[in-house]
């Protein structure tokens, strides 16, 4: 069964860069197509951030496009997440996911979840 | 952007009576590939999300028959048919049709009278 665990820094100051590792266990990152971050501010609802295929292509949220880069190391099983110019609006728990599939294809939905991890930006 | 509205925000139910979310897209989920790409997910206090429903109707592995999706084109439901006191908390549709944009609702709260 694959588990996700989301790692980095819980205290960015602004201006900065945000940076997430989400460690895939129990498969291989290339068993499954889409990982995706995906994140949700204190007391709100949730919103998809962007995705990457194993293979490395990825898709960004228009709104959050200019400043963030997701990144895959097949190497370490693991994605990643940049998030530059941050301000407090970037506070939000933080959570990596995984696409839902089978021999058919895509389910269009995140069926794997990590914890979260809450990120604060302050100075 | 497909805009996601859930009604209600907020739903006081009884123990062991049903209940009722929906979910209105701002345009049709039908995919070019004939699929509908509407799930919708739990959230419990403290909890990351877990997946209930997936294409409309199709529960996920684990999920209690208690739990119904129904709906099509711009409409869904979710239906929990007798509420339990584990069934608290927060559950979101989702969409994603409009792939690679995928876009929540705003989340409605369930809670125990």
């Known amino acids: 069964q694959v588990q996700l665990e989301e790692s980095g820094p819980g205290l960015v100051k602004p201006s900065g860069t945000l940076s997430l590792t989400c460690a895939v266990s129990?498969?291989?990152?290339?068993?499954?197509?889409?990982w995706s971050w995906v994140r949700q501010p204190p007391g709100k609802g949730l919103e998809w951030i962007g995705e990457?295929?194993?293979?490395?292509?990825?898709n960004y949220n228009p709104s959050l496009k200019s400043r963030v880069t997701i990144s895959v190391d097949k190497s370490k099983n693991q994605f990643s997440l940049k998030l530059s110019s941050v301000t407090a609006a970037d506070t939000a728990v933080y959570y990596c996911?995984?696409?839902?599939?089978?021999?058919?294809?895509?389910?269009?939905?995140?069926?794997?979840w990590g914890q979260g991890t809450m990120v604060t930006v302050s100075s | 952007d497909i805009v996601m509205t859930q009604t209600p925000l907020s739903s006081p139910v009884t123990l062991g009576q049903p209940a009722s979310i929906s979910c209105r897209s701002s345009?049709?989920?039908?995919?070019?590939?004939?699929?509908?790409?509407l799930s919708w997910l739990q959230q419990r206090p403290g909890q990351p999300p877990r997946l209930l429903i997936y294409?409309?109707?199709n529960r996920f592995s684990g999920v209690p028959d208690r739990f119904t999706g129904s709906g099509a084109g711009t409409d869904f439901t979710l239906r929990i048919s007798r509420v339990e006191a584990e069934d608290v908390g927060v559950y979101y549709c989702?969409?994603?049709?409009?792939?690679?944009?995928?876009?929540f609702g705003q989340g409605t709260k369930l809670q125990i009278k």
């Open positions: 996911a995984s696409e839902s599939q089978d021999s058919s294809g895509s389910h269009g939905a995140f069926d794997i």
């Open positions: 129990g498969d291989s990152i290339s068993s499954r197509n889409w």
């Open positions: 990457i295929y194993h293979s490395g292509s990825t």
């Open positions: 345009q049709s989920l039908v995919h070019s590939d004939g699929n509908t790409y």
């Open positions: 294409k409309i109707s």
């Open positions: 989702m969409q994603a049709t409009q792939f690679p944009l995928y876009t």
